[in-house]
């Protein structure tokens, strides 16, 4: 059994508009090209066409999501809401509060092919037609909830893909990892009383949106089903490392899923303009493979890779490469120019501080706020 890959170039065509960062244009803020843009993932694509590694996928065909499919996850209100945006000649936005989720007239459509190739690829998975599958989706979804669209984000493209699997395939237990630099707080909320759905952010404390704190671990009945390791700006390999080891490993093999699903950023990665931490192609590499020895010990290698943020258009690819190859179990020649510079850096092991702070997560000892414990 191969390894599924979802792309469709209608994917690089969702148009977010001219957009300045997490600013508003208007007044002396002058507009340019949105951060997440089609260039960034089409970039990936080529990445994966060009080093040869393509022709060793099993391409999973985007489809679609059903109005029934989005239902799982999305209120009825929530998807008439975009129906309408969707319909403006100069189109819409997806967050319905504060309008900062634009999309292009009838884009709704692509975001549906998001989550439909998202669901296709989960279902390539759950009946064995693949052993695991990279999504390479845009727009990204771990932001969505179930009535708004928040950070980019308009369909929840993994919470869809569990809510399918358990649905259609009868698996009773997900585990969900988030290493996007940003808090996976649309998995969180929308499985946050569910115990049978483990869902475990790594981030960047309080990057983006407020919360992802330690304290945050599941709602009634579900205590213990949500995790979050809010990290300082700065972390290396080494931080990322013993936040596995310490927390996010047991924490899994405890669990002991019978699917495995990473919602993979690249924004805490070096030369990301987003994010502040230093992560290479070797740590998602890594990460990768731990995800991959928990699969393998509890879900018959059942991993799906969801592609989610990450804006560095040139160095994203490399790290989506390095999963990719991960994935597969073959390693091609196009290297990583950054790597080796990458990983002499000193500050990329382990710092006392950041040491202290993982121990006290896992202890249930966590700071409310950011910082150091005492
Ligand atoms: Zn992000």
Known sequence: MGTGWVWNERLAWFDNGRWAGPLAPGGFVEPGEHMENG??????ASLVAASGLLDRLTPVAARRATREELLRVHT??????LAAENAKPKGGFADREIQRVPF???DLEIAELAAGGTIEAADAVARGAVRNAYVLTRPPGHHALPDTGLGFCVLANVALAVEHVRAVHGIERVAVVDWDVHHGNGTQDIFYGDPDVLTVSIHQ???FPDGGLAAETGGPGAEGANVNVPLPAGCGTGAYEYAFEQIVLPRL???RPQF????SGYDSAAFDPNGRMMLHSDAYRWMTERLMAVAAESADDRLLVVHEGGYSAFYVPFCALAVVEALSGHRTEAADPALARLAANPLQALQPHQAALVTAIRDGGAPTDSGVPA
């Open 39 to 44: 260039e960034t993932k089409r970039r990936v």
């Open 76 to 81: 009825p209100g929530y998807l008439d809401y």
């Open 104 to 106: 292009g007239p009838g």
């Open 205 to 207: 404390d309080r990057l």
């Open 253 to 255: 093999r405890a669990f």
């Open 260 to 263: 495995v699903v990473a919602a």
